[in-house]
C-alpha cells in the first residue's frame, strides 16, 4: 500500500498538460463527499416512460434488440436534445464571436426493460447486445450525414452525473464538432507516434502488464517506490483489460481497453463484445463492492471520423472512461483544473482488485 504522506502532481501521459495532484496526507482537510444515491430496484414503474409497455410515452423506436415486440434494449429521440436536425440556420460570425448552427442528433439508449437494474446486475449476454446497439447506431449516425464529425455515447448515474430519470439509460449524442477533450487525446497520441512510432495506448498496456522498478533513494538508499507488474490492472480478459489511470481524474476512475490495437470502435467483433461485456461487468461489480451506490459517468473515446483525424488509425485507441463522483470539486479544481485525489491509483487499483466478486 502506499504512504499515507504521499503527496506528489502527477502528469497524464495521454495530455501532458492535464496534471493530478495525489495527496494523501493525513491532516489534510476532509473534501465534501458526494451523496451515495438510493436506486430504485423496482422492475417495472407504471409512471416511467422507459418502462416496457409504456412505449406511446416516448418518441419512436429508432431501433430496438433483439426486435421491438420483445424488446431489452430500446433506442429513441431525446425529448430535450442537446443538439437536432430542425435548424437550417447558417454558422454567425461577427468580429472574434463565432457560432455554427447546433446541428446533430441526440437519442436515448434504455439500457435494459427492467427499471431499477444496475450494468454489474446485468447479465453478460445482455451487455454484449447493449454494446452491439452502441456500435451499430454509432455506425449508422456516421453514414447518416458526411457534417456529423464525432458520436459520443456515455452513460450519467446520479443526480451528481446528470441523470435526470432513474431508469437505467445512457445517451448517444452525434455533433459537427470533435470536443476538445478527444481532441486533446488524438492529438497527443499523434505526437507521441510519430515520435516513438508506436501508440501511446498501447505502451501504456504493456507498462502495466510487464513492467517493474524500484526506485531508491540516492543519498539513504531507502526505497521510494516500486512499481510491480500488474499493479495499475484492476481486470483482464481474452481480449480487454480495464486499469486504474497513473494520474487518475477521478479517485475511482477506472479505463477499459482493447488489448489488441484498434482506434474505432464500430470495428469490434462479436467476439470482442463477448470478453468486453464480461471485463466490464466485473470492473462495476468490483466498483460497487469497493465504493458501494457512487454516481457515476461513463463515456466511449473512439477515433473522430473527421478528415483532419483520418491519419489516426494507427496512433490513437478507442477506450471505455468510467468515473465514479465520489466528491465534489472544489474551488481550487474549478480554477486551476488540477484535479485532487485523497487516496493513491495505486491503493484504489489494489482495493478493487482484492475485492471478492465471485
Not at 287 to 292: A, D, H, P, Q, V
Not at 335 to 346: A, H, M, Q, W
Request: hydrophobic share 35%; proline share 5%.
Amino acid at each position: 500500500m502506499a504512504d499515507d504522506s504521499v503527496r506528489e502532481i502527477r502528469i497524464n501521459p495521454i495530455v501532458p498538460s492535464e496534471s493530478v495532484l495525489v495527496a494523501t496526507a493525513r491532516g489534510m482537510r476532509p473534501r465534501k463527499q458526494e451523496a451515495v444515491v438510493a436506486r430504485d430496484t423496482r422492475e417495472h414503474v407504471e409512471t416511467c416512460p422507459f418502462c416496457k409497455g409504456n412505449e406511446d410515452k416516448t418518441p419512436a423506436t429508432i431501433a430496438a434488440f433483439p426486435n421491438e415486440n420483445n424488446w431489452q434494449v430500446r433506442i429513441v429521440e431525446n425529448l430535450f436534445p442537446i443538439l437536432g436536425d430542425d435548424s437550417e440556420e447558417a454558422a454567425i460570425n461577427f468580429g472574434l464571436q463565432q457560432a455554427i448552427n447546433g446541428y446533430g442528433r441526440h437519442e436515448v439508449i434504455i439500457d435494459h426493460h427492467q427499471h431499477g437494474i444496475s450494468v454489474y446486475e446485468m447479465s453478460e449476454e445482455h451487455l454484449q447486445m447493449l454494446f452491439g446497439a452502441y456500435r451499430q447506431r454509432m455506425t449508422e449516425l456516421y453514414e447518416s450525414d458526411s457534417r456529423l464529425k464525432y458520436v459520443l455515447v456515455f452513460k450519467n448515474f446520479g443526480p451528481a452525473a446528470g441523470a435526470s430519470i432513474p431508469h437505467t439509460h445512457s445517451q448517444i449524442i452525434a455533433m459537427p464538432v470533435v470536443p476538445e477533450n478527444v481532441i486533446n487525446e488524438v492529438e497527443h497520441s499523434r505526437v507521441y507516434f510519430r515520435k516513438h512510432n508506436h501508440c501511446v495506448f498501447c505502451s501504456l498496456i504493456d507498462e502495466a502488464l510487464t513492467y517493474e522498478a524500484t526506485i531508491y533513494d540516492r543519498e539513504s538508499g531507502e526505497v521510494r517506490r516500486k512499481i510491480s507488474v500488474g499493479q495499475y490492472v484492476v481486470e483482464r480478459g481474452e481480449r480487454f483489460v480495464a486499469i486504474k489511470p497513473f494520474a487518475s481524474r477521478y479517485e475511482w476512475e477506472v479505463h477499459i481497453m482493447p488489448l489488441k490495437h484498434e482506434s474505432d470502435f464500430t470495428k469490434v467483433t462479436d467476439e470482442d463484445l463477448q470478453d468486453l461485456s464480461r471485463v466490464v461487468k466485473r470492473t462495476m461489480k468490483r466498483l460497487e463492492k469497493t465504493i458501494g451506490g457512487a454516481q457515476y459517468n461513463f463515456f466511449l473515446h473512439s477515433v473522430p471520423r473527421a478528415e483532419e483525424y483520418s491519419d489516426c488509425k494507427d496512433s490513437y485507441h478507442w477506450h471505455l472512461e468510467i468515473c465514479p463522483r465520489t466528491s465534489i470539486p472544489t474551488g481550487f479544481e474549478l480554477g486551476s483544473g488540477l484535479f485532487v485525489s485523497t487516496i493513491s491509483p495505486e491503493d484504489a487499483a489494489q482495493q478493487l482488485r482484492e475485492v471478492d466478486i465471485d
